[in-house]
């Protein structure tokens, strides 16, 4: 299969088309929202040059399925998932945070407390833990969500301050995302695994609020295999784990960070396979199921066409 780098289509009622690092969204009429998720892959908020087979599959898929298995929780945008990297979705308006709930100091948290840092986001830690450490209880460390560029740390009292979120919604925001990390970490533990952190992102529609794009993918989230990380830890040892960090940890190591002057590494056919890989055990290890891979030569008319039937469907 080629895999999915980006698409150009041209929709019946289509009055708006925006490209994300990863999603091809078109506006349907003011009405729906058709998300193509991409085989593209970033970090360091940068597109790789290369993109990854299957890997939009998979993010779609797993999102899907948890937004339908949280459903009880928080309503979310989802209407129908047309083709195995498409969903189309209800339009909401975007709130300009994204909520990132940390269960263990790892990726980001844990740079920021290596550098010496022992507050994020407004949090206060506490002095004495190691890198993948359990936190005494999960905390929230939300971000601004960039158009273009980084997003960046930010505090709940600067979000208010700021009036970015009003504080109505914000204790709700936080109230439901404390309630699907539980959730998540409940149905990670089902499978073997540590829900460590994610994001969530949420919207508002006719004054309701909703949880929208994806949810507890290797894309937004971070786990560990439950299996063997105590002795890990005690030995001081790096955690098994399923995210993209270990993308993260390759540019680190190749010289890369996204900042400004450094060139992405060049990606071998072979890292990019080790990849896909990579999301593909991670699919089948999260929802206990195979992943059957979407085949086809013309990948980009089974879109269209899957596309295209959903919405005659919607009209």
């Not at 975007?94 to 940390?102: G, S």
């Not at 680190?252 to 990019?272: A, D, R």
Request: proline share 5%; net charge negative.
């Amino acid at each position: 299969m080629s895999a999915i780098k980006e698409t150009h289509f041209n929709l019946p009622g289509q009055t708006g088309f925006y490209k994300g690092k990863v999603r091809d969204v078109y506006n349907i009429s003011d009405k729906f929202l058709v998300m193509v998720v991409s085989d593209r892959i970033s970090a360091f908020d940068v597109v790789l040059p290369e993109a990854i087979p299957y890997k939009g599959q998979v993010l779609n898929q797993i999102a899907a399925k948890f937004l339908n298995a949280t459903q009880d929780i928080v309503p979310n945008w989802i209407i129908d998932v047309p083709d195995p990297s498409v969903t189309i979705g209800k339009i909401c308006e975007p709130f300009k945070v994204e909520m990132v709930i940390r269960g263990y100091l790892a990726g980001h948290a844990w740079r920021e407390y290596q550098a010496g840092r022992r507050q994020v986001c407004g949090v206060q830690l506490p002095e004495g833990l190691k890198e993948n450490d359990k936190l005494p209880k999960p905390i929230i460390t939300p971000t601004t969500k960039a158009a273009v560029g980084h997003d960046e740390d930010i505090s709940r009292e600067e979000i208010l301050s700021r009036g970015i979120v009003s504080e109505a919604d914000y204790v709700e925001l936080e109230k439901y995302t404390r309630e699907l990390f539980l959730r998540g970490t409940e149905m990670a533990a089902e499978r073997g695994l540590i829900l460590v952190d994610t994001k969530y992102e949420f919207g508002k529609a006719d004054g309701k609020i909703y949880l929208i794009d994806e949810i507890h993918t290797p894309d937004s989230s971070r786990y560990f295999y439950k299996e063997g990380y105590q002795e890990l830890q005690a030995k001081g040892e790096p955690q098994r784990q399923l995210s993209k960090e270990f993308v993260r940890k390759w540019l680190i190591e190749n010289g890369f960070q996204g900042k400004e002057g450094q060139s992405v590494p060049p990606m071998s056919t072979e890292l990019v396979n080790s990849i896909s890989e990579r999301y593909i055990e991670l699919y089948e290890h999260i929802t206990g199921e195979a992943f059957r891979r979407a085949e086809g030569t013309d990948v980009l008319a089974r879109l269209e066409n899957n596309i295209l039937e959903s919405l005659n469907r919607l009209k």
